[in-house]
């Protein structure tokens, strides 16, 4: 077991096996010593918990819990790009969609669930840039999809 799988035990959560991709891309791409994720919808066992608008059939408690499962996808994705997870020294980015109803103004807070439990994993490490961006419609009628940049040794 790694340390970060250690870490996460700690936390009660296990990263999954990486997602098929649903089109025409890879779940990760490495570049230098970065490791870019394609967007990641919150599957668990390659279903979406719920479907619809945050502000309207999903509520935003819910889909800050779905940002934290869109970082667990993203850390699958990470390790099937590097191998490990150790490898990882530095969380860089992280750009959150939220498809939102149109009065919904609570972006930020539905993709604080991704940055506090990358906090949580990585301490310090875990700080990042961050956009938190509402939109219209998501792949699936996904509430919420992630993307990730990670650095990595």
Known sequence: ??????RLAELGLTVPDSSKPLAAYVPAMVTGNLVYTSGQLPLVEGKLPATGKVGAEVDAEAAHQYAKTCVLNGLAAARGAIGSLDRITRVVKVVGFVASDPSFTGQPGVINGA????GEIFGELGA?????VGVAVL???????????FEFA
Do not use: G, K
């Open 1 to 6: 077991m790694s340390q970060l799988d250690d």
């Open 115 to 118: 940055s506090e439990l990358l």
């Open 139 to 149: 792949p699936l009628d996904a509430p919420v999809e992630i993307e990730f940049v």
């Open 128 to 132: 990042h840039a961050r956009s938190a």
